[in-house]
């Protein structure tokens, strides 16, 4: 019980952690500017959107765990990966098709894409161990 509390605590922390490295990163490459004056701007409507993606998630994990018993490695970073677009298309698509091209696209695609994947990622550890430990 204890490994699935930590689970499903760190494996949130981690993944938004990694996408605002991401994001970091990205910022760096497209305008060569640091995070500076715009990160606590940043971390506010990240972990809004971050707060929805979660249960997102999880329910995406648990569904391929059930579906699924092999390949997770593969698939439950790319399933999180693929739903980390939704947060991208409801930030931009108001804006116009042509908004989902930007660069500022470009950085929230980096930030939600990188936290999926390492979501993902977590997922596979988790059951990986817990499977191990189990035995």
Request: hydrophobic fraction near 60%; charged fraction near 10%.
């Amino acid at each position: 019980m204890a490994i699935t509390a930590i689970y499903i605590v760190l494996t949130p922390i981690l993944a938004f952690l990694g996408g605002l490295l991401s994001y970091s990163m990205m910022l760096r490459l497209l305008w060569r500017e640091s995070i500076g004056a715009e990160l606590g701007t940043v971390v506010f409507w990240g972990s809004a959107f971050f707060s929805i993606m979660i249960p997102v998630y999880f329910t995406v994990v648990y569904l391929l765990a059930r579906r699924f018993k092999h390949n997770a490695l593969f698939l439950f970073p790319v399933a999180c990966l693929l739903v980390s677009f939704l947060p991208v298309l409801l930030i931009f698509a108001p804006f116009g098709s042509h908004a989902l091209f930007s660069e500022q696209s470009a950085l929230v695609t980096a930030f939600f894409t990188a936290a999926g994947i390492i979501f993902g990622l977590c997922s596979w550890l988790f059951r990986k161990f817990k499977w191990r430990f189990n035995q």
